[in-house]
């Protein structure tokens, strides 16, 4: 099964930073990857697919990179309705494995 | 508008069964895997079983190999799972959702409560 390590857990930032999570697999995946956000009580949000695709509708300050083992989410001019939990997934095959959520606190 | 809505959740304890119905408008299911995703209190997102378009696939974690199983009607738009023996580890909120993949479509239900205690 693929491993997930997503760094930060969390992280304070203020309105205007920019912002970078970072997902590493143990085995490559291609860019079969997808970053959700959560906010309490709701369900995922999904922003970016195939590692770098952004979904319809996803303001475009919402940015995803990498391919293999590394992936990064980028949110740059962090608003403040994008105080939320960050989720990645890989999709390569089954198991399919979530990361462990970075939680984005305003600083 | 796609919308997937979840039933079934409730209080069950230790060793009790529960089926999790998962009932899909605005699109159909036939030719979409579906999944089923849970989260505990406080936790994160955890991926629980799959089931190909045509249901002739299936795919579980292994936490729960052996004790749920999954299963669609397509002719009903509704997606299912049967949870058997359950664990207070079990406990969570269960989403259905079109986990999309490479594709652009991604859909979650709202979820619902499965409680697990004596």
């Known amino acids: ?107 | 508008e796609v919308q997937l809505l979840e039933s079934g959740g409730g209080l069950v304890q230790p060793g009790g069964s529960l089926r999790l119905s998962c009932v899909a408008s605005g699109i159909t299911l036939t030719t979409y895997a579906m999944s089923w995703v849970r989260q505990a209190p406080g936790k994160g997102l955890e991926w629980v079983s799959s089931i190909s378009g045509s249901g002739g696939s299936t795919y579980y974690a292994d936490s729960v190999k052996g004790r749920f199983t999954i299963s669609r009607d397509n002719s009903k738009n509704t997606l299912y799972v049967q949870m058997n023996s359950l664990r207070v580890e079990d406990a969570a909120v269960y989403y259905c959702a079109l986990l999309g993949g490479w594709l652009p479509g991604d859909y979650w239900g709202q979820g619902t409560l499965v409680t697990v205690s004596s």
């Not at chain 1, 099964?1 to 920019?18: W, Y």
């Not at chain 1, 143990?26 to 195939?50: E, F, H, M, T, V």
């Not at chain 1, 403040?80 to 095959?93: I, Q, V």
Request: glycine share 10%; aromatic share 10%; hydrophobic share 25%.
């Open chain 1, 1 to 107: 099964d693929i491993q997930m390590t997503q760094s930060p857990s969390s992280l304070s930032a203020s309105v205007g930073d920019t912002v970078t999570i970072t997902c590493r697999t143990s085995q490559g995946i291609r860019n079969d990857l997808g970053w959700y956000q959560q906010k309490p009580g709701k369900a995922p949000k999904r922003l970016i697919y195939a590692a770098s695709s952004l979904q319809s509708g996803v303001p475009s300050r919402f940015s995803g990179s990498g391919s293999g083992t590394e992936f990064t989410l980028t949110i740059s001019s962090l608003q403040p309705e994008d105080f939320a939990t960050y989720f990645c997934l890989h999709h390569n095959y089954y198991p399919q494995t979530f990361g462990q959520g970075t939680k984005v606190e305003i600083k």
